[in-house]
């Protein structure tokens, strides 16, 4: 192992825990291995204890140590080995003063539930196996709103429930898929599940590139994955004019005349973006999934899926052999959050929020020097000139965002950084100056 001591070229506590992390970076450090003491290294460098500790604080604050009391500090070893490979480091589990990393609503913005629940009371129908999967008032208001004329909907357990069942579906192993890139991780680890080929499509600011979108379809891909709104982790909305263009091309594909585009509209309610699927101009090949967890609570984990008749009936088919269907408890509760007035009211003012939050922030970092174009919903993705460097420099003065690999399909792409910008409720100046620095570490 490379000396610890010999890689620090800066002696201050920014300096020290650079020069860690690219030990941890270039593998000369591995998960597990022990470091030095603060008195041992501080005594080597010739620097106080407190600036080596505060150096491991902000490694630790930037996931990549642990401390095990007496016995010291350590390379942090691959976190919760149960979850999906690109879940892990997503959980935001290490503590710092302004955690930007999860991907989460604003709790401030989510509408009230108590209100709604005593509303509810006894008008849901809790007692019946043989009733119908969705309430009909949910159900016919899904219908009325859906962004484009549906033969059938159905409701599901949030969004990534919706995308698990229609894959599971549709496809069959060593199917291509294609996805944009970067895209959401779990989407990555659910495709690795089915033994599915990802082919990736990089973005521009109206959605994915039309040139590469067709090339992909080259490919003789089974699906089409994508967000059409508030795109996780970059923020971009797709445009009306983009999606219909993407529509033709795969309408005109002769490679990819079967595929199936499934929308993952999961930010809708909350996105400044106008309501767009490529449903409109392909009805008999789009499923489109829309979830409520941003918008009204994580924690309802209500979605709902609509399409053609026959691509929704094969996934309401299987469900039946497993939990058969969402509460109705918690359909009702939807029900009446998404139409009493005040909850209307709410989910407009955090749609408002957020979209103020997100051009705040794009000119705080401007401002600072750097550059963040803004964005849609609740994230934003940063270019940066190295990543590790980058949330080390954050973590260092107790800023905490989420790297940008598990975000990306293949190698040698561009390094990121994303930033929930929608958990930004003040000092805004403050993290855009951060950002900008951290933009160039």
């Known amino acids: 192992m490379k000396s610890v001591a010999l890689a620090i070229e800066e002696r201050t506590p920014h300096g020290i825990a650079t020069g860690i992390a690219r030990l941890i970076t270039t593998g000369d450090l591995a998960p597990g291995d022990r470091l030095p003491t603060v008195r041992e290294l501080a005594a080597e460098l010739g620097v106080s204890p407190a600036t080596v500790s505060h150096a491991w604080q902000t490694l630790a604050s930037a996931g990549l140590i642990t401390s095990r009391g007496r016995s010291g500090s350590f390379v942090r070893a691959e976190p919760r080995e149960w979850l999906p490979r690109r879940y892990r480091g997503l959980d935001g589990q290490q503590g710092a003063r302004l955690d930007l990393s999860r991907g989460t609503p604003d709790p401030e913005l989510l ?112 699906i089409v994955l994508l967000q059409p709104r508030a795109h996780n982790p ?105 139409t009493h007035p005040s909850s209307i009211h709410a989910i407009d003012e955090a749609r408002w929020a957020y979209a103020g939050r997100q051009a705040a922030l794009a000119e705080a970092v401007r401002a600072a020097g750097g550059w963040l174009a803004g964005g849609d919903g609740i994230n934003a993705w940063l270019r940066v000139a190295d990543e590790r460097a980058a949330t080390v420099q954050l973590a260092a003065v107790g800023i905490r965002v989420a790297a940008g690999t598990p975000f990306q399909l293949g190698e040698g792409q561009d390094p990121h950084i994303r930033v929930t910008v929608g958990a930004l409720r003040e000092d805004v100046p403050a993290v855009g100056a951060a950002l900008a620095v951290a933009q160039h570490a």
Not at 116 to 121: F, I, P, S, T
């Open 234 to 338: 970059t923020g971009i909305s797709m445009t009306p004019a983009r999606a219909e263009q993407l529509a033709g091309i795969l309408e005109r594909s002769r490679t990819a005349q079967d595929a199936i585009v499934i929308e993952d509209d999961h930010s809708g309610a909350i996105s400044s973006a106008p309501d767009v699927s490529l449903a409109t101009w392909l009805p008999q090949r789009v499923l489109h999934v829309r979830s409520f967890s941003k918008s009204h609570g994580p924690d309802l984990r209500i979605g709902a899926i609509g399409g053609p008749r026959p691509l929704v009936d094969r996934v309401v088919a299987r469900r039946l052999l497993g939990p058969g269907w969402t509460s109705r408890m918690m359909q009702a509760i939807l029900h009446e959050l998404l």
């Open 111 to 222: 509408p009230a539930l108590g209100p709604a629940l005593a509303r509810v009371g006894a008008r849901a129908d809790t007692a019946s196996y043989q009733a119908k999967p969705d309430i009909p008032e949910l159900h016919d208001l899904l219908r009325a709103t859906w962004p484009a004329p549906v033969e059938s909907i159905t409701v599901l357990n949030g969004a990534l429930d919706a995308i698990d069942r229609a894959l599971a579906a549709l496809v069959r192993f060593g199917d291509r898929v294609v996805v944009e890139n970067p895209t959401f991780p779990p989407f990555i680890d659910l495709l690795e599940h089915y033994g599915l080929e990802a082919v990736g499509v990089e973005l521009d600011a109206d959605g994915m590139k039309p040139d590469a979108f067709a090339a992909a379809l080259g490919t003789a891909p089974a």
